[in-house]
T-cell receptor, first 113, second 110 residues
Framework: NAGVTQTPKFQVLKTGQSMTLQCAQD?????MSWYRQDPGMGLRLIHY???????DQGEVPNGYNVSRSTTEDFPLRLLSAAPSQTSVYFC????????????FGPGTRLTVL | GIQVEQSPPDLILQEGANSTLRCNFS?????LQWFHQNPWGQLINLFY???GTKQNGRLSATTVATERYSLLYISSSQTTDSGVYFC????????????FGQGTELSVKP
């Protein structure tokens, strides 16, 4: 199992550009989430999904879109990048059956100039 | 929403020392997890522990749900224990929604 994978590892954007951060998991987990981590602020939930076709907002959803067409993939779209979106982005997955343990991807470090 | 507070915010230890990290939360939860973020940024799940006590090698954790706190014990610390320890809480079957504390940054010196 590869677990949770994220691409790219690093990305630099200019203000106003759009891009998609990719996340995939091969554990057949129903739940997937996106978090951002800023210095000194821990992780904050952006969007999450409880299954294919179902998504909902977390604490800090503004400026981001998500969709979940398959169980495996959960891409995060930045519509018009802003410097405030400079952060490290983590994708996570878990299963509602058994312990609700979350598994995290390696992260994407995004810089918006 | 649920508030999560961790203490201390940072900690410096000599190799071989023991330490206790604390996590307080403001409301009833039935999902509590401890994570270690290593110096390379990878987040590793240490414990899923909504209540009770668990042990894994030199690490153990105790959650007292009725009093809304959890403790992470690290014994005989090693330099590889360095990094940031996060506590995160949520409600069971809430789609993986977790609220994270600010973390405790641990540095273990040789």
């Amino acid at each position: 199992n590869a677990g949770v994978t994220q691409t790219p590892k690093f990305q630099v954007l200019k203000t106003g550009q759009s891009m998609t951060l990719q996340c995939a998991q091969d554990m057949n987990h129903e739940y997937m989430s996106w978090y951002r981590q800023d210095p000194g602020m821990g992780l904050r939930l952006i969007h999450y999904s409880v299954g294919a076709g179902i998504t909902d907002q977390g604490e800090v959803p503004n400026g981001y879109n998500v969709s979940r067409s398959t169980t495996e993939d959960f891409p995060l779209r930045l519509l018009s990048a802003a410097p405030s979106q400079t952060s490290v982005y983590f994708c996570a997955s878990s299963s509602p059956s058994g312990p609700d343990t979350q598994y995290f991807g390696p992260g994407t470090r995004l810089t918006v100039l | 929403g649920i508030q999560v507070e961790q203490s201390p915010p940072d900690l410096i230890l000599q190799e071989g020392a023991n330490s206790t990290l604390r996590c307080n939360f403001s409301d009833s939860v039935n999902n509590l997890q401890w994570f270690h973020q290593n110096p390379w940024g990878q987040l590793i799940n240490l414990f899923y522990i909504p209540s009770g006590t668990k042990q894994n090698g030199r690490l153990s954790a105790t959650t007292v749900a009725t009093e809304r706190y959890s403790l992470l014990y690290i014994s005989s610390s090693q330099t590889t224990d360095s990094g940031v320890y996060f506590c995160a809480v949520g409600l069971y079957n809430q789609g993986g929604k977790l609220i994270f504390g600010q973390g405790t940054e641990l540095s273990v010196k040789p």
